[in-house]
């Protein structure tokens, strides 16, 4: 059996595949495109689910082809992929701190790192500036990820506020905000806090 590819012809709705790098719109073998007889092999693509995806399972229906003997055949395979929900923390803030000159007024940057295989529609907005004079990007009433609203595992991105100082004393501010965003689960929330210093 020569000439062995796989393709997805029908996906469930919201569902995606990606197929590895160096083949692009199919994929193939782990060892080549090649079978000989008795030999065991697998073919792998990724799928990728929305979150809050609640589907027990992904059905993909596949496109088999390949050749025997230099004639072409084909065969349409059906599989079933389960889908486990991520019940694990879904982002986590890793900056907390940042610096603003008194008299003056600065962007400040929060960047979270997600840990969920996806979370979306990411918004925060703060609920106690501690005095000073807040405003996010493009006088929206909330701010997002600097890329989009998106994280996925590893990835890190912040999501920025606009602090006026003018009126500000020079010291620490504890700033508190509330992040909303839809995980795995359905749509969650996290509260947190940045200390925003004013330096003379």
């Not at 697998?42 to 082809?65: H, I, Q, W």
């Not at 493009?138 to 999501?159: C, I, K, M």
């Amino acid at each position: 059996m020569t000439d062995f590819q796989v393709i997805a012809t029908k996906l469930t709705d919201g569902v995606s595949v990606s197929y590895p790098a160096n083949l692009g719109s199919w994929t193939g073998l782990m060892g080549g495109h090649e079978l000989l007889v008795d030999e065991i092999d697998f073919s792998a693509m990724k799928v990728s689910v929305p979150a809050g995806y609640r589907g027990k399972d992904v059905k993909l229906d596949l496109e088999v082809s390949y050749a025997v003997d230099g004639r072409p055949r084909s065969e349409k395979v059906k599989v079933k992929v389960p889908v486990v929900i991520y019940t694990g923390q879904a982002l986590s803030q890793v900056s907390t701190d940042a610096a603003v000159p008194a008299y003056a007024s600065g962007w400040v940057s929060m960047a979270f790192t997600g840990h969920a295989p996806a979370t979306s529609d990411f918004s925060l907005v703060i609920d106690d500036a501690a005095g000073l004079l807040i405003s996010y990007p493009s006088d929206r009433s909330s701010t997002s990820f600097q890329r989009d609203a998106r994280l996925t595992a590893g990835e890190t991105d912040f999501a920025a506020i606009f602090v006026d100082t003018t009126s500000a004393a020079p010291g620490d501010y504890v700033v508190k905000f509330t992040a909303t965003y839809t995980a795995s689960t359905g749509a969650e929330s996290m509260s947190g806090s940045a200390t925003i210093t004013v330096t003379p």
